[in-house]
């Protein structure tokens, strides 16, 4: 979840591309709204905690999917902001959508696909 839709576009085709399945949303709740009416079982949630609604969002789907991972996506140009919950990690969000990040949010996703899910 994002509100970049430049952005939104760039991770949903790079992950579709590395074999995901993405559901790109700009809005929390337009993710809430696809992930329910779809009823989709929800793996990865990549947003941006900046997002209004997003910490309702994350929390509403971490009940409902008690084995969600969440990545929160960092802008480095922006201020610094609380995250979420120290313990979600976190990826900076390419300038441009330059091609040497897509690697490294690949490479990302995967691991946080391979962690043990959490235990609620």
């Not at 789907?61 to 201020?79: F, T, W, Y």
């Not at 696909?113 to 609620?120: C, D, E, Q, T, Y």
């Amino acid at each position: 979840m994002d509100d970049d839709v430049g952005f939104i576009l760039w991770l949903g085709e790079m992950l579709t591309e590395t074999g995901y399945q993405a559901i790109p949303a700009l809005q929390c709740r337009q993710a809430m709204t696809l992930v329910k009416k779809l009823a989709l079982r929800v793996d990865v949630l990549v947003v941006n905690p900046k997002l209004p609604g997003a910490v309702r969002a994350v929390k509403a789907l971490e009940r409902a999917h008690p084995r969600l991972r969440v990545v929160l996506i960092r802008d480095p140009s922006a201020p610094p902001s609380e995250p979420l919950d120290k313990n979600h990690p976190t990826l900076d969000r390419p300038s441009a959508w330059e091609p040497i990040s897509r690697p490294q949010w690949i490479v990302k996703i995967r691991k946080v696909l391979l962690r043990p899910a959490p235990v609620n």
